[in-house]
């Protein structure tokens, strides 16, 4: 019913930048909190930012200052701008949604993931 679609990912190296995006598609009635995680090899999935449907946001302390959120609500997409990236970024980033289908609650939606290597 609803789909997360994230592209952007790659192999970048140390000191360069990326940037994610993630279209939102279905039958949607409102998107609330859309957010980007990531998770490592061997580590649990960690949020990295989070942007609410008015534009308020938040940042993990590892990304702060380099990562930055925004969204085009008239696309139903967010996007994660991702600068000086270091090796310990590499992961694959997925994008979550907190969505509502008409005639029912907001629930919890996810991307399929986009990896990002980062080299040193």
């Known amino acids: 019913q609803v789909q997360l679609v994230e592209s952007g990912g790659g192999l970048v190296q140390a000191g360069g930048s990326l940037r994610l995006s993630c279209a939102a598609s279905?039958?949607?009635?409102?998107?609330?909190?859309m957010a980007w995680y990531r998770q490592a090899p061997g580590k649990q999935r960690e949020l990295l930012a989070a942007?609410?449907?008015?534009?308020?946001?938040n940042y993990a302390d590892s990304v702060k200052g380099r990562f930055t959120i925004s969204r085009d609500n008239a696309k139903n997409t967010v996007y994660l701008q991702m600068n000086s990236l270091k090796p310990e970024d590499t992961a694959v980033y997925y994008c979550h949604g907190y969505i509502s289908l008409r005639w029912s609650s907001p629930t919890n939606y996810w991307g399929q993931g986009t990896q990002v290597t980062v080299s040193s």
């Open positions: 279905g039958f949607i009635f409102s998107i609330h909190t």
């Open positions: 942007i609410t449907s008015s534009g308020s946001t």
